[in-house]
């Protein structure tokens, strides 16, 4: 069987620095993965959002994989991506964790991605717990 010339890229897209904060965490624990892109929305506001976008969509061939990473459901880059984006290689991911990207990122491209993002959803949320009260419960498991 050949192998696909297709490239899975990613773009984490957030409001201020925080792009640049994620990757670097991934940086520290993953290494340097290639095909990522940053979006640090309005700390410049001389660089329009959209101008930022359409750099990152020439980066990406009809046969590549674009997987976006936005910070808010329903914010302005999450919303100013959907507009430019809505492509059937380009999947979208708002609200992420770095369990999530992590899982994505680390992904074996032969894997289709739906299957890929639907699996990291699903164990990033469980990553997502009140600690106090996880640490609460186990106390009173031990002390009964």
Do not use: W
């Amino acid at each position: 069987m050949e192998k696909s010339d297709k490239i899975r890229k990613f773009l984490i897209a957030t409001h201020g620095t925080f792009a640049a904060g994620v990757k670097s965490s991934l940086d520290l624990i993953i290494g340097a993965i290639e095909n990522v892109f940053l979006i640090q929305a309005y700390i410049n506001a001389d660089i329009a959002v959209d101008t930022q976008i359409n750099e990152v969509l020439d980066q990406v061939s009809d046969t590549d994989e674009l997987v976006v990473f936005c910070d808010i459901l329903g914010g302005s880059i999450t919303n100013q991506i959907l507009q430019h984006a809505l492509k059937p290689n380009v999947h979208v991911i708002s609200g992420f964790n770095l369990p999530l990207l992590i899982e994505v990122l680390m992904s074996d491209t032969d894997t289709p991605v739906e299957e890929v993002i639907a699996s990291a959803l699903n164990n990033a949320k469980e990553q997502m717990t009140y600690v106090n009260k996880l640490l609460t419960a186990q106390k009173e498991d031990q002390d009964d």
